[in-house]
């Protein structure tokens, strides 16, 4: 079983930038495809943007395409989500998720979250 920490939440301030990490506690060769998530308060889970292991390739949602960036280091079993040019309404818990079945898009496994705070 694949478990997932995150790390890197904060408060910041709008303009600035912030990285999470989500490190995997299993080899990440059993994972497809690994994702970002955020629930911002009294608003349903959205999809960020995810990463598909293999191949590095990366997809992202239309609010933080271009500031957002998804990379993940072999070696070291982890996701990131670099965030720049953060804004207010970029307030939420984070989630990161793994997707171990190519022709399933159910993300498996979750991490417990980590809470970005953006003030303006």
């Known amino acids: 079983q694949v478990q997932l920490v995150e790390s890197g939440g904060g408060l910041v301030q709008a303009g600035d930038s912030l990285r999470l990490s989500c490190a995997a506690s299993?080899?990440?060769?059993?994972?497809?495809?690994m994702g970002w998530f955020r629930q911002a308060p009294g608003k349903e889970r959205e999809f960020v943007g995810a990463i598909t292991w293999k191949s590095g390739s990366t997809i992202y949602a239309d609010p933080v395409k271009g500031r957002f960036t998804i990379s993940r280091d072999n070696a070291k079993n982890t996701v990131y989500l670099q965030m720049n040019n953060l804004k207010a309404e970029d307030t939420a818990v984070y989630y990161c998720?793994?997707?171990?079945?190519?022709?399933?898009?159910?993300?498996?496994?979750w991490g417990q979250g980590t809470q970005v705070t953006v003030s303006s």
């Open positions: 299993e080899r990440t060769f059993i994972t497809f495809r």
């Open positions: 998720a793994a997707r171990t079945r190519p022709l399933i898009s159910t993300y498996d496994y």
